[in-house]
Structure formats: structure tokens, C-alpha cells
Nanobody, 118 residues
């Protein structure tokens, strides 16, 4: 099973930017859709950005126009560029494959904490 390691989180002021990375232990080329998820304190995990192997992207309304997902299949890495960050973006961010059953996934990385605060 592919192991995923998220990195790049930290503390940023409102309006700032941050780039998250997700490194996979093996090729992600065969995974049609990869995604970034977030889990805010006291809330359920939600899917906020997806990208297919062909580069087609989709975003949750809450991040549309501010976040950009990308993938480098040669480096087995998925990225999330986050701009115009808001305090409500504060969460632990995870990457994983995306299927219709993602809510039942048992295998997740450790995630990376993003805190947006002045």
C-alpha cells in the first residue's frame, strides 16, 4: 500500500500563502485521482481539492480561487498551493487517493498542521 507523507504546514498570518507537499512511497501514476483533505478541530474530514492523472482539477467552494492542486507523477508528489489564507483554513491537511468510498479509508498519513492566525 502506498505510504503518504505530508509536509509544509506551519503558522501563517491571514492573507498569507503556504505550499504543502505530499510524497508517496511509490508511483502514483496508476492512481487516477489524488486529493487534499482537511480536518478542522471538532469537525469531520472533508475533501477540498482533487486532481486526475491527466491534470483535471476540482475544488470545494470554500477554497476555490485560493488553492491550487498539482501533481508531479515523475516525483510521486502532490502539492497544494494555498493563497489568501483565512483563519477558517486552520486544520490538519492530508493527501490520499480519491474514490467514492474515501470516507471509509483506514490508511492515512500523519497529516500536516496549518494554522492561520495573527
Amino acid at each position: 500500500q502506498v505510504q503518504l507523507v505530508e509536509s509544509g504546514g506551519g503558522l501563517v498570518q491571514p492573507g498569507g500563502s503556504m505550499r504543502l507537499s505530499c510524497a508517496a512511497s511509490e508511483s502514483i501514476f496508476s492512481i487516477n485521482t489524488m486529493g487534499w483533505y482537511l480536518q478542522a478541530p471538532g469537525k469531520e474530514r472533508e475533501l477540498v481539492a482533487t486532481i486526475t492523472v491527466r491534470g483535471n482539477t476540482n475544488y470545494a467552494d470554500s477554497v476555490k480561487g485560493r488553492f491550487t492542486i498539482s501533481r508531479d507523477n515523475a516525483k510521486n508528489t502532490v502539492y497544494l498551493q494555498m493563497n489568501s489564507l483565512k483563519p477558517e483554513d486552520t486544520a490538519v491537511y492530508y493527501c490520499n487517493k480519491v474514490t467514492s468510498t474515501w470516507r471509509r479509508f483506514e490508511s492515512w498519513g500523519q497529516g500536516t498542521q496549518v494554522t492561520v492566525s495573527s
